[in-house]
Nanobody, 119 residues
Framework: VQLQASGGGLVQPGGSLRLSCAAS????????MGWYRQAPGKQRELVAA???????NYTDSVKGRFTISRDNAKNTVYLQMNSLKPEDTAVYYC??????????????WGQGTLVTVSS
């Protein structure tokens, strides 16, 4: 099972970016999917998560600015980030809790994509 994240980059404060993360491999079903981030010198934190049924939750600092969504047909999760602030600068990681074709429930991480918010 692999998670491939993309969409990071350099953006000015107030700008927008859209992250994508596609899961592939021996997947039977995907349960929760989420985005985490880790800024330099800080612990990795949960940014947003979405359940298989579409329920979402966000860390307080991104509420109203970020939107998580998923396309179950494509095994892909997205993070639309608007009104970006310098404090959003971090490496963003996607995560999925899934059931494999052989019946194991596992957690899988993407490779991380760097988001830099700077003028």
């Amino acid at each position: 099972v692999q998670l491939q994240a993309s969409g990071g980059g350099l953006v000015q404060p107030g700008g927008s970016l859209r992250l994508s993360c596609a899961a592939s491999g021996s997947i039977f079903s995907i349960n929760a999917m989420g985005w985490y981030r880790q800024a330099p010198g800080k612990q990795r934190e949960l940014v947003a998560a979405i359940s298989s049924g579409g329920s979402t939750n966000y860390t307080d600092s991104v509420k109203g600015r970020f939107t998580i969504s998923r396309d179950n047909a494509k095994n892909t999760v997205y993070l639309q980030m608007n009104s970006l602030k310098p404090e959003d600068t971090a490496v963003y990681y996607c995560n999925a809790v899934l059931t494999t074709t052989w019946g194991a429930e596992i957690g899988s991480w993407g490779q991380g994509t760097l988001v830099t918010v700077s003028s």
